[in-house]
């Protein structure tokens, strides 16, 4: 019997007409647009669907994503039938992988992730911070380099060959120098508005504990893999925490889903815009199918 993943995209994967198939085609989908610009004062069918410079500075992107994440989610169990058996969410996703899972409600998961968006958008100044994608070198070669540079460490492991790294502007890039004379083949500064998953962003994960503080969280109905762990969460007492460490810390996806498989994974459907995640867990494994719906047309797959 086939064990089934569902994983949900990060910030990064956004794009103007995301979603917009969901929401003009089924009921399920339009409702969940309404009730987010309800929920956080404005219109998410306009931020979503529109070319707009918004949909691209963070406080917006994360309410956008998991909006749209969660309504292809809901629209794709009640259209195919199929419930995962594993949930997991890059970042961001970890929110989606929680409505999934039963942890917490859509809404709450929307509005938790709007204020988020703001407090990682106001903890570091424009331009202090940054992030670069380093290809081809190992996971504990990166360490070595970066360990004797203050104000950088590794934000991502994706997948074998791509690990992420952010902190301060001139330590991310100090860190790109050394890091091509130990041989890596490629640093790539990445277009992002801050140093996420770094130390600089403790401050915005203590505040979240406070955001987190009026929010229900249940045990998992459904088990998910936490982010920070790369492991599995099963009690709600854990989940809290779990959230306002993952803001500063390393996103341990390459270990989540090889937690995953360990555990009989063999079919992963990634669920939101892009195909990121299925990228990265095709270089982790070739033995699991992976699916991606980010279009009405793509659920004929699962059917």
């Not at 647009?33 to 004062?41: I, N, P, T, V």
């Not at 899972?101 to 204020?115: H, L």
């Not at 993952?246 to 341990?252: D, T």
Request: charged share 20%; proline share 4%.
């Amino acid at each position: 019997m086939s064990r089934v993943a569902f994983i949900f995209p990060g910030q990064g994967a956004q794009t103007a007409g995301m979603g917009k198939d969901f929401y003009e085609q089924t009921e399920t989908g339009k409702k969940i647009y309404h009730k987010a610009s309800e929920l956080l004062g404005f219109s998410m069918p306009e931020l979503c669907f529109e070319k707009n410079d918004r949909l691209d500075i963070t406080e917006y992107t994360q309410a956008a994503m998991v909006t749209t994440s969660i309504a292809m989610m809901r629209v794709l169990m009640e259209q195919t039938g199929i419930t995962p058996d594993v949930t997991a969410g890059l970042s961001l996703g970890e929110y989606c992988a929680l409505a999934a899972a039963g942890v917490m409600s859509d809404e709450d998961a929307i509005t938790t992730v709007r204020q988020r968006g703001i407090l990682m958008q106001e903890a570091v100044p424009a331009g202090v911070g940054s992030m670069a994608a380093v290809l081809a070198m190992d996971g504990a070669a990166i360490e070595n380099v970066i360990a004797e540079i203050e104000d950088v460490q590794i934000a991502n492991y994706n997948c074998p060959g791509q690990i992420v790294i952010s902190g301060k502007k001139e330590s991310v890039e100090l860190a790109g120098a050394r890091l091509k004379e130990a041989g890596a083949k490629r640093v790539i500064p990445l277009n992002v508005s801050g140093p996420f998953h770094s130390r600089m962003l403790t401050g915005a994960g203590e505040k979240l504990g406070k955001v987190l503080e009026h929010i229900k969280v249940n045990d998992p109905r459904i088990p998910y893999v936490a982010n920070v762990t790369a492991m599995y969460v099963r009690d709600a007492g854990q989940v809290k925490p779990l959230l306002m460490q993952q803001v500063s810390s390393s996103v341990r996806w390459q270990q989540s889903v090889e937690t995953m498989l360990k555990d009989g994974v063999d079919t992963f459907i990634e669920i939101g815009p892009g195909r990121t995640l299925s990228g990265f867990v095709k270089k982790i494994t070739k033995n699991a199918a992976v699916l991606n719906i980010e279009k009405m047309e793509d659920l004929e797959k699962l059917k």
